[in-house]
């Protein structure tokens, strides 16, 4: 359990980062804000509480692993990691623009604190698979996370590497899957199901834990329940909100993609604090 | 398959309210009642590919994969099996590098009828980065053997090159823009036809083969460089890579003696690569320079951006022209000599 100050604090960054994420969506011209917002509070979780990262170091060998999959998410991780102070936050505004290293999805080459390049589904959650297995063949005691999407499962690669880190005992990694239920053609379920999810990860060799991805609470357990699980690969089912705070979005297919003016800014800014002031947080 | 097309007349899409994408969508639509066995398929990209159009009107007849394109050009080549005409549109680069192998051993290698529409083709998808260029998929793909490579300069050439593509028996890889592109031709009445180069601007001086988006640009370049520097600048839209036009390329080689190709592509295993294959084996030489990405990966930006920096745009192809028209080199003295 967070203690309530904990809590609070962790609550006042994930809205400082959905406000940043609305400034730099509009600043870029449109980003994929939907998913963006559905895995947030979980990748607040991972980078304020629990990773060992350095961002005066951000290429230490020891360091936490995290590898967004769902790459075209980089608009709610780009702002995350400035927030963390890998770099400055006024390096936001050139997300788009010529020579910028912030593009649509995330360049491992060119973004201080991120750990791989990503937006080409399903390859995520094997380059982890490979750290994790990496750490342990070198003796190293750091933590692999990875998040993917729930329509990106619809890649084979994915299983793939299920496979694999259930074959070798992989317990040095915990996988998110953001179960927002939209993909770009329509609900998950109606374009191509994966249900039953949590039986086919449990028939696969993983330990399950469903969570509401959005309860700070809940995903601070799961996290430490996957950190005392040996010998079995966690993968975390977080059910959330495409679109999450911004009441214009929420749980619709279209907000997968969008760009937004000034007017429609000022609406998701308002809604995201009014989300907030609901949450107990009044300053 | 069945042959009871024609090509009777074509519908002129009005070009300046559609995107290059939603023309083919549209076409595809027409064809849809002309071919009963045509099928669609896609990897969740039926409203980015504007195949969805199809969908719209044939339900039954459409296949989304969800994401997972290894999987979509397996289904695609299993279908072709048994009789059907599938079209299958995805971006550029997962449709040549995530199932490049099914496309190649699956589709060519049983020459099957399937024709991808491969959309997001170069760099159009600019400020997606690395991940979502595709400037590696015309060397993969003309290196299948069995596979027809096109490269439309606009919509009204992709019209009709899906419209032949129908016509043509085996496969067929057609990559596009972004769908936002700007249109050369206005009507699609020009002679259009699978391997045959078509003239854009005569010239003696000096040549340039553009296909894709750059068609547009090279004509642009040579008007200025007709009126600013009096040069005679002959313009080929190459919009088929594979199989090239080699009469094209040695009139141009014998005719004009300087060659510059212009590609939304890497310069190792595209268009230029092509054109220098050509020109290599005929023993005969001219100046000859390729423009295209050095063999990098593309930077972050706006397409105009991006189209500007690696030199895809008038101003980039002028530039090179006055470059190579500067160059010395040795003129044969038995140029006309048979080889
Ligand atoms: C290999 C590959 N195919 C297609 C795409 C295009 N694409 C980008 S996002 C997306 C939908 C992703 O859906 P989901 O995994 O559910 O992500 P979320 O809803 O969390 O944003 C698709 C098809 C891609 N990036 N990579």
Redesign the pocket.
């Given at each position: 359990m967070l203690t309530n100050d904990e809590y609070k604090e962790l609550l006042k960054t994930a809205r400082s980062i959905r406000h940043s994420v609305i400034d730099t969506t509009l600043k870029a011209g449109g980003a994929?804000v939907?998913?963006a917002m559905?895995?947030l509070d979980i990748l607040v979780m991972l980078y304020f509480k629990y990773m060992n990262i350095d961002v005066n170091n951000p290429d230490n060998p020891d360091r936490d692993r995290f590898v967004l999959s769902?790459?075209?998410?980089a608009i709610g991780y780009i702002p995350l990691l400035a927030e963390k102070g890998f770099f400055d936050k006024k390096l936001l505004d050139s997300f788009n623009k010529f020579k910028s290293p912030f593009g649509m999805?995330p360049d491992a080459n060119k973004i201080p604190g991120c750990d791989a390049s990503t937006?080409?589904?399903?390859h995520g959650l094997p380059m982890a698979v490979g750290m994790a297995l990496g750490a342990r063949i070198q003796n190293k005691n750091f933590y692999t996370y990875c998040m993917?999407?729930?329509?990106?499962?619809n890649?084979g690669s994915n299983w793939e590497a299920a496979m694999t880190a259930a074959h070798y005992k992989v317990d040095n990694l915990l996988l998110f899957i953001?179960r927002?239920r939209?993909?770009?053609d329509g609900p998950?379920e109606d374009v191509m199901g994966v249900e039953p999810l949590a039986d086919k990860w449990k028939a696969f060799g993983w330990k399950v834990f469903e969570i509401d991805g959005h309860d700070m609470n809940q995903i601070a357990d799961a996290i430490e329940k996957a950190h005392e699980t040996k010998d079995k690969p966690v993968v975390v089912i977080a059910k959330t909100t495409?679109g999450k705070g911004v009441d214009f979005m929420e749980d619709e297919t279209k907000w997968?993609y969008g760009a937004i003016d000034s007017f429609l800014g000022e609406q998701a800014h308002a809604s995201i604090d009014k989300m907030y002031v609901e949450y107990g947080l009044t300053d | 398959m069945s042959k009871e097309v024609t090509g009777t007349t074509w519908n002129v899409y009005d070009a300046n309210k559609l995107t290059q994408a939603e023309i083919y969508g549209k076409v595809l639509c027409d064809l849809g009642n002309k071919y009963p066995n045509l099928v669609g398929l896609t990897?969740?990209?039926s409203k980015?590919t504007k195949i969805g159009l199809f969908e719209e009107k044939f339900p039954e007849r459409f296949i989304n994969t969800g994401?997972a394109?290894q999987n979509l050009f397996g289904i695609a080549a299993g279908m072709a099996k048994t009789g059907l005409l599938p079209v299958v549109s995805?971006?550029s680069a997962?449709a040549s590098m995530?199932a490049a192998e099914q496309v190649r051993t699956d589709i060519c290698y049983q020459n099957l009828n399937v024709k991808i529409i491969a959309t997001h083709g170069g760099v159009s998808f600019a400020s997606a980065g690395t991940?979502?260029h595709a400037t590696e998929d015309i060397a993969i793909m003309r290196s299948f053997a069995n596979m027809t490579v096109i490269v439309p300069a606009d919509g009204i050439e992709t019209a009709n090159a899906v419209r032949a593509a129908m016509e043509y028996e085996g496969p067929v890889y057609i990559r596009i823009g972004r769908g936002f592109e700007p249109t050369y031709y206005d009507k699609e009445e020009y002679g259009f036809q699978i391997g045959k180069a078509v003239d854009v601007r005569d010239g003696t001086d000096i040549t340039i083969i553009a296909m894709g988006i750059t068609v547009l640009q090279a004509a642009e370049a040579a008007d200025f460089l007709a009126i600013n520097d009096g040069l005679s600048v002959r313009v080929i839209n190459m919009h088929t890579i594979k199989p090239i036009d080699k009469d094209a390329i040695m009139k141009a080689v014998t005719e004009t003696r300087r060659i510059v190709t212009v590609e939304e592509h890497n310069i190792i295993g595209g268009l230029g690569t092509a054109v220098a294959d050509v020109i290599a084996e005929s023993g005969k030489g001219c100046a000859f320079t390729k423009i295209g990405l050095k063999d990098e990966f593309a930077e972050i930006g706006y397409p105009e951006d991006l189209y500007s920096y690696y030199k895809l745009d008038a101003d980039g192809i002028i530039e090179k022209v006055r470059e190579i028209m500067g160059k010395d080199f040795e003129e044969d003295e038995d140029w006309d000599d048979e080889v």
């Open positions: 994929h939907g998913g559905s895995m769902k790459g075209h998410a999805h937006g080409s589904l399903g993917t999407g729930d329509g990106e499962l890649e953001d927002n939209h993909m770009i998950v495409k997968h | 990897a969740d990209l980015s994401i394109e995805t971006m997962f995530r991940t979502h």
